[in-house]
């Protein structure tokens, strides 16, 4: 099991096929209503407590859950009682190649993802993502395992940046 801290309120939990075997969990069954779920979860949250100090057992918290191809999954764990630094109706993300932006395109389209987004190439070389969404704004956190959350400035966009393809989320995640 890997346990990383991603900024203050959020945690990316790698866990392997024999880590999945050892806490007797399944993917397929990951459902924190399952009472072995909500004790693999609490043990490893016990775990980055006390090797991070990640404490969160007094907050609410958002969890999700992706697959990973060698048997085991990747979790992000969000505390939701602090506040949100992506909690801005628009937000922009920064990629440093396409790669990253498809695979964030893609998480956010397998999270149900529902709002306007866009793609925008860089006069840096970089690519951008903007995503507008008037519900909460936790889907956004784990974003910042793959690129660089920046405020949304749309004079940023206009001067540096050309569009790619509105409904980027969508357009993007099909080709994965």
Not at 72 to 91: H, Q, S, T, W, Y
Not at 112 to 128: I, K, N, P, R, T
Not at 142 to 148: A, I, N, V
Request: hydrophobic share 45%; aromatic share 10%; net charge negative.
């Amino acid at each position: 099991m890997e346990l990383i801290q991603i900024g203050e309120n959020a945690l990316k939990v790698m866990l392997t096929k024999e880590d999945m075997e050892y806490y007797a969990i399944e993917f397929e069954r990951l459902d924190y209503e399952n009472t072995e779920t909500r004790r693999a979860i609490w043990s490893i949250l016990d775990e980055a407590k006390r090797t991070l100090g990640f404490e969160a057992a007094r907050d609410r918290l958002y969890i999700q859950a992706f697959k990973d191809k060698g048997g085991g999954c990747e979790l992000f764990v969000r505390r939701m009682d602090v506040p949100k630094a992506i909690a801005a109706r628009r937000v922009l993300f920064r990629f440093a190649a396409m790669r990253p932006l498809l695979a964030a395109c893609d998480r956010l389209h397998n999270c149900g993802f529902a709002g306007e987004s866009m793609a925008f190439s860089g006069d840096d070389g970089a690519l951008y993502l903007t995503l507008a969404d008037g519900a909460d704004a936790a889907p956004f956190f784990y974003l910042s395992e793959l690129g660089t959350s920046l405020p949304y400035s749309e004079a940023f966009l206009a001067e540096h940046t050309k569009p790619l393809c509105e409904n980027a989320v969508s357009a993007l995640s099909a080709l994965r």
